[in-house]
């Protein structure tokens, strides 16, 4: 490989690069708005386990294509999840 080939080759993995960090700024997560503190009361758990199904799901539908972008959905639910859903109660 040639300097110049190796120079366009480093060029072209920042711009990837680049071009993911514009996409994770662009995914909108639409379990953000569905995991809110206190939408659930303590009857709610059936309706909080319907939630978080739907945003596995959606975490798992874009983990793959981008595997990174589905770290980062992951990481946001725990952090809703953890935040807004320790309320719901689990039953007797």
């Keep these: 490989m040639t300097a110049?080939?190796?120079?366009?080759?480093?060029?072209a993995d920042k711009t990837r690069g680049?071009?993911?960090a514009r996409a994770a700024d662009k995914v909108q997560w639409a379990?953000?708005?569905?995991?809110?503190?206190?939408?659930?009361?303590?009857r709610g758990s059936h309706l909080a386990i319907?939630?978080?199904?739907?945003a596995l799901s959606e975490i798992r539908a874009i983990a793959?294509?981008?595997?990174?972008?589905g770290?980062?959905?992951a990481v946001i639910f725990l952090c809703v999840f953890r935040t807004n859903v320790t309320g719901v109660s689990a039953g007797t």
Excluded: Q
């Design 4 to 11: 110049r080939t190796a120079s366009k080759t480093k060029v």
């Design 18 to 20: 680049a071009d993911k």
């Design 31 to 42: 379990f953000r708005s569905r995991l809110r503190r206190e939408a659930f009361g303590w």
């Design 50 to 54: 319907r939630r978080i199904d739907e």
């Design 64 to 69: 793959r294509r981008d595997p990174a972008l």
């Design 71 to 73: 770290a980062e959905g």
